[in-house]
């Protein structure tokens, strides 16, 4: 999961993981605000899936990165 408030930032980091040779199309979810990834991370826990690595902008208005990692466990 990639979550961020700047397509931009999105979009380049979707560009660096795609050359590392990791097809986000399939792999990737993204998420443009923390309040979005909480409820996305838990839909997905519902339905028995679990995310093996989440990267989040600290610094986002509302809830900030360091708030949604402290919330994911």
């Given at each position: ?13 979707i560009a660096i993981l795609n050359r590392l040779g990791i097809n986000c199309e399939d792999q990737l979810d993204t ?43």
């Open positions: 999961m990639l979550i961020d408030d700047e397509e931009f930032c999105i979009s380049a980091m998420c443009m605000s923390g309040e979005e990834a909480i409820k996305q991370v838990e839909t997905a826990y519902n339905n028995k899936m679990v995310y093996k690595i989440i990267f989040t902008d600290f610094s986002m208005p509302g809830m900030d990165g360091i708030e949604v990692s402290s919330r994911i466990k």
